[in-house]
C-alpha cells in the first residue's frame, strides 16, 4: 500500500468515526434547511471574528476577557457584541426561544422594577438589625414585610441617630431620608438591589466557593420575598414577568412557585391569603396578557404559563405530606395551572430525595386514588460532588420518573443514567449562567453541555434566577451556550434544537404542543431569514 | 400494592441501578482484599474528618481552602495532612505508585537542586536583554548558556551599572554580585527558580487564562533549558531525577524527552553532542542507580526508565521526517530505551496531528521496513476546545493506533471514543495538578476524572511538569486525585487500580511486565498493611 492510498484510507476512516462520534446529537446541520444552514455559517463567522477582535482586547476593568468567560464580568462585552443583538433582536420578537423550563418565580423581575413596584405601596416596611451606617451598608440586610394599617410607622429612617434596631420604618421614608452622607436615596435604591443580587466580587472573590455563594444566593430570597409575597403586588409581579419574558423570544412558561409559606400577606398586611388564592391572581394575570397580545396581533408570540408546584428540601417528611395533599388540591381546581412537582433548595446542605421517597411514592398513589397526574420534575444533581447525596438524587429522580431534570449538572458522570435519559426522553433543564455564578463551573467552556449534547439527551436552555444573576430573559444563556469558545461542533442551529427541544420537553401535550411547536417553527424561519436580510 | 412493597422495590432498583452505573469502573472494591477494603474505609473516614476539620478553617493567605482546591494555594494545607503523610510515606518507600508514564524531562528536577548542579559549573554563564534592577526583577527572563573556555566572561554581575544587556556573566559572579539592595544572591536565586516554575499569582491572576498560562508556561522552559541542555549536567539531572521518584514510591518511568535541538553543548562550550550520546549517557546513569538500589537491597522499588522520542509540534512535516528517520535509528541501537513516539507542545496554538499525517503514515511503513516497533503514544485533547483542532487531535491519535493518549482532557465529550478507548484499552495519562495549573480546570472537583473512570476507561495519574508546577513526584497528583472532594466513590482502592493500571499500560511486556506487578502488588500489600497497623 502506498501513502497516498494510506492517506485516502485516513481520511474516510477520520469522517466516519467523527460521524459516528457526533450521531446521537439532536442538532444535526444536514437537517436542517439550506437557508438555517447558511445563517448557521453566518453566525459562525461572527462569532469566529468577534472572538478574534472584541474578546481579544484587555478591557480595563476585565483583565482577561474570552469568549464563554464569567458571565458578571464579561456582561459589559456581551452586550456589545453583534451576536448578542442577533440573539436578542434581529427583528421583534428575535430569535425565538421557545419555552422557559426552569426557572424560580421569586427571583424572575428585575430588582429594580420589583423595588418600584414596591414604593407604590405605603403598606410596606422595611427593617435592619442595626442602624445603617457608611461602615455597615455592605453587609447589613434590609428585611421588608407589609404592615396593617394601624401599624403603619413614621419613624424617620434606617440611617437616623433615633433608629431603633429591629423596628420598621416605611419603604417611602426609609429611601427618601437615606443618609445623603452614605448617598441618599440612590444609594438606598443600590443598597436594597445589591442585596436582591450577585456582584462580581461576590461571585468571584468574596464568596468564591459553592458554599459561600450559596449562603448569597439563599439570603437574597430572604430580602425579596418580603417584597413578592404581598398580595398587591404579586399580580403585577407575574404581569412583569411574562411580559418581559415574551419581549425576550419566549413562548411559554412553566415557572417554579415556592409554596413553603402557606400564606402570602394580604392587602391588609395580614398573612391571610391562601394558595388557592395565588393561583386566582396567576390565572387572571396570565388571561390578561393573553388578551393583551391578541390585542396587539401577536397571539403566536405568547402561548401561556404554568406552575411547578414546588416546596423547600429541607422540611420534614411528614411536613411534606401537607403540600403534597395542597399541590393535588390545587390540581384539581386548576388542572390547566399545574404542571409538576419538585423540591427546590441547596441539594448540597438540605436533604436528598431518599429522605423524602415514602412521601413521594405515596404521592404517586394519592393521585391515582384523586384521579390526577402529577408529574414529578425534580431538581438533581446540581453539584459537583461524586457518588455524594445530592449526586445521587439523579438515581431516584428517575426511578421516580421524573419527567424532566432540573440541572442535572453531575449527570454526565454516569454512563447509565445518561442512557436513561436519551432512551426515555428525560430531557436536562440546563441553567448555563446559573451553574457558573454559583460556582459549579468557573466558565463556559468547562461546563458539561457539550458532553450532554454529544450523548444526545435532550437539553432545555433555562435562566433558573435571572432576578439574582442579571441574566434576564433566555439571550443571555442562549449567548453563553452558544459562543462555547468559537465551538467548531455548536452553532446557530444548535440553538434552534435547543429551543425546540424546551417545547417538545414541557408538559405540553397533543394539541396544545403541535400548535406550540408550529408557532416556533414559523418564527424561526422568520429569525433565519431576518439574519440572512440583515446580516449578509 | 402497599406504600411500604413500594419502598422495598425502590430500595432494589435503586441499588441495582447504581450498580449497573458503576458497573464499567476498573476499581471495584467487591474484587478487593479484607485488608485493603479495612483500609480503604478507615482511608475514607480520615478524609472526611480532614474535610471537615483542616479543610473548613480559615487560613491567613487561603480565604477559601476546600479538599481539591488550587493546588499552588493549597499546597500549604496538604502537606500538614495526614492524607498527604500516609500517599507519601507510612513506612519507606510508602504508597507504591506504579509507573510514571507522563512527564516531559525537561521539567522533571527540583528547580532549586537545578540551580545548584548549574553553579557547580564554571561553563554555565547568564544574561538578560537589560541591566536587572528593582523595577525589573519581576519580569526579565535570565537565559543561561555553557560557553567554551575561551568565552568566559569576567563581567561583574547582572545588577552591575556596567552590564552591557545580552552580554554574558558568569553564574558565580552573577550571583555573588547580585546587587544587595535587590536582596543579593538569595534573590537571585529566588529570581531564577521563580523563572523556572509558575507562581499562585500567575496561574489564578495576571495569567489566568489558557493562552497566558502557557506562555508563562513555555518561557520556564526555555530558562531551564540553557542549564539543563549541558552534557556534564545532564547525567547528574537524570539521576537526581530517577532518584527522587523512587523515593516517592515510583517504580517504572517512561519519560519524553525533547529531541527538538539535534545537538547539547559539550563540556568544551560547543553544540556538538548528538542525540545517541544523550542515550549513551540516559542508559549509563540508569544502571549506575539500578546498581545502587540493588547495593541497597532495594531492586525491587524499581525496574527502569524509558524514553518517549519528542520533538514539538511547530516544525514543518517536511522536517518531521528527519525526526522520525532519527526516532528509527535510535530505537535500532537502543531498543530497550526508546519506547514510543510524540509531538508536544501547546495543542491549542500549534500544529494538530491531522497536519503531520503523511510523514506519521511515512513512519509506520518505514518501522516495518526497518523491523521495529514504535507506538505513538500521542498527546491529544489537551484543550478546552469542542471540535477544535486540539479537541479532534483525538480522533487522529486513535486512528493513528496510539497506545496511549497523553492527557485526553476532551475524551469526556466523545462518546464514540470513549468507547474506542475502553474496548481497545488505550489508557489515558492523566495529569490533574497540570490541567489545574494550566487553567483546564479549576479545582479538582471540576475534573472530568470521575466520568473517565465510571466509563471505564483506563488511567494512568501523571505529573506532567512537576519542576515547574510543583508537583514532585506523584504523590500530590494521587492527592489531588484522591480527595476528589470527599467523593463517595473514589477511594485508596482506586488509587491502587490507578497505580497498577499504569504499570499495566506501560510498554512494558511479558515477563518483565508481570514482574513490575507482582513486585507493585507486593509493595501495596505492604503498604495496606502499614496503613492498618499505623493509622488504626
Redesign the interface.
Known amino acids: 500500500m502506498t501513502?497516498s492510498s494510506?492517506?485516502e484510507v485516513?481520511r474516510q476512516?477520520?469522517a466516519t468515526?467523527?460521524d459516528?462520534?457526533r450521531?446521537?446529537r439532536r442538532d444535526r446541520l444536514e437537517r436542517a434547511s439550506d437557508a438555517e444552514v447558511k445563517a448557521d455559517h453566518l453566525v459562525r463567522e461572527i462569532r469566529a471574528a468577534e472572538a478574534a477582535t472584541i474578546w481579544q482586547q484587555e478591557h480595563p476593568s476585565i483583565?482577561?476577557p474570552?469568549p464563554g468567560m464569567e458571565f458578571l464580568t464579561g456582561r459589559e462585552i456581551i452586550v456589545k457584541t453583534r451576536l448578542f443583538a442577533i440573539l436578542r433582536k434581529v427583528r421583534i420578537p428575535g430569535m425565538p426561544k421557545g419555552a422557559l423550563l426552569h426557572c424560580h418565580l421569586d427571583a424572575t423581575v428585575n430588582a429594580s422594577v420589583l423595588l418600584k413596584l414596591a414604593l407604590k405601596q405605603p403598606a410596606l416596611h422595611v427593617r435592619v438589625t442595626e442602624r445603617v451606617t457608611s461602615s455597615n451598608v455592605g453587609s447589613v440586610l434590609p428585611e421588608f414585610r407589609a404592615l396593617p394599617r394601624n401599624e403603619y410607622s413614621d419613624a424617620l429612617g434606617l440611617t437616623d441617630d433615633s433608629y431603633e434596631p429591629s423596628s420598621w420604618v416605611s419603604l417611602t421614608n426609609a429611601r427618601k431620608n437615606f443618609n445623603s452622607s452614605l448617598g441618599g436615596p440612590e444609594r438606598f435604591d443600590e443598597w436594597v438591589i445589591g442585596a436582591m443580587m450577585i456582584n462580581p466580587t461576590e461571585a468571584y472573590k468574596t464568596h468564591?466557593?459553592i458554599k459561600?455563594i450559596w449562603q448569597k444566593f439563599t439570603s437574597t430570597f430572604l430580602v425579596s420575598m418580603g417584597l413578592i409575597r404581598f398580595a398587591p403586588i404579586f399580580p403585577d409581579y407575574i404581569r412583569e414577568f411574562l411580559k418581559s419574558s415574551i419581549e425576550d423570544g419566549i413562548s411559554y412558561i412553566e415557572a417554579r412557585i415556592n409554596f413553603l409559606y402557606k400564606h402570602m400577606i394580604g392587602e391588609d398586611g395580614k398573612e391571610n391569603v391562601p394558595h388557592r388564592e395565588w393561583l386566582v391572581m396567576f390565572d387572571r394575570v396570565l388571561n390578561e396578557v393573553k388578551a393583551e397580545m391578541k390585542e396587539q396581533g401577536r397571539v403566536g408570540e405568547f402561548i401561556g404559563a404554568r406552575i411547578i408546584y414546588s416546596t423547600i428540601r429541607f422540611i420534614t417528611p411528614e411536613e411534606l405530606k401537607w403540600y403534597l395533599e395542597d399541590c393535588i388540591a390545587l390540581k384539581k381546581e386548576f388542572p390547566h395551572l399545574i404542571a409538576g412537582f419538585d423540591l427546590v433548595g441547596d441539594e448540597n446542605q438540605l436533604k436528598p430525595l431518599?429522605d423524602y421517597?415514602?412521601p413521594l411514592?405515596?404521592f404517586r398513589?394519592r393521585q391515582k386514588e384523586e384521579g390526577v397526574d402529577i408529574p414529578f420534575i425534580f431538581h438533581a444533581g446540581e453539584t459537583?460532588?461524586?457518588?455524594?447525596p445530592a449526586?445521587?438524587n439523579l438515581?431516584?429522580a428517575?426511578?421516580?420518573g421524573t419527567k424532566r431534570i432540573g440541572h442535572g449538572f453531575s449527570l454526565?458522570?454516569?454512563?447509565?443514567?445518561i442512557e436513561t435519559c436519551r432512551q426515555k426522553g428525560i430531557a436536562l433543564e440546563v441553567c448555563p449562567i446559573s451553574n457558573e455564578i454559583l460556582r459549579?463551573?468557573?466558565s463556559m467552556?468547562?461546563h458539561p453541555l457539550?458532553?450532554l449534547l454529544?450523548?444526545g439527551v435532550p437539553v432545555a436552555l433555562c435562566s433558573d434566577d435571572p432576578a439574582v444573576f442579571g441574566n434576564m430573559g433566555l439571550t443571555f444563556d442562549f449567548f453563553q451556550a452558544g459562543v462555547?469558545?468559537?465551538?467548531?461542533?455548536?452553532g446557530l442551529s444548535t440553538l434552534g434544537q435547543l429551543a425546540r427541544d424546551s417545547l417538545e420537553y414541557s408538559t405540553l401535550e397533543g394539541e396544545e404542543k403541535r400548535r406550540a411547536l408550529a408557532l416556533w417553527e414559523s418564527q424561526w424561519n422568520r429569525f433565519i431569514a431576518g439574519i440572512l436580510e440583515e446580516e449578509h
Open positions: 501513502i494510506d492517506l485516513h476512516a477520520r468515526l467523527i459516528e462520534d450521531s446521537l483583565p482577561h474570552f468564591n466557593t459561600k431518599i421517597i415514602e411514592l405515596w398513589q459537583l460532588g461524586d457518588g455524594s449526586d445521587n438515581y431516584d428517575i426511578l421516580l454526565v458522570k454516569h454512563p447509565k443514567l459549579l463551573t468557573s467552556p468547562m457539550p458532553i454529544n450523548y462555547l469558545v468559537a465551538s467548531e461542533v455548536t
